[in-house]
């Protein structure tokens, strides 16, 4: 019984010769595929954020960087678009963050002066 081995895979390979059946050079081709996910503005959220909860403007600042960033992405910048939607995520953060706490502060205050009052 014989055994053989598989046979071994090269990457392809494209050869050039000359009329003489010469070897002038060799090309390797390698297809590359880069896909890129379009930078996010977080318009929505800076729009929320503006109508409903606007703590020291941070909503108006947010929802002015989520437009510049759609602006940047309609240009093709797409580096400062994804800069513009990063600034303009951290104020729509740090806005529902605050707006978060100032509720969860007026809850408890509510609850405390109610207990008070009917003690």
Known sequence: MTTTNPPRYHPFQDSMYDGNGDQQSMVQHTT??????????????????????NPCCLGLAALIYS????DRKVVGDLEGARHY???ARQLNITSTVLVALGLLFFIITMIVVWEETYD
Do not use: M, Q
């Open 85 to 87: 939607g990063a600034t």
């Open 67 to 70: 437009i510049k960033a759609r």
């Open 32 to 53: 590359v595929i880069i896909s890129t996910e379009p930078p996010n503005d977080h318009i929505i959220w800076s729009l929320l954020c503006f109508f409903y909860s």
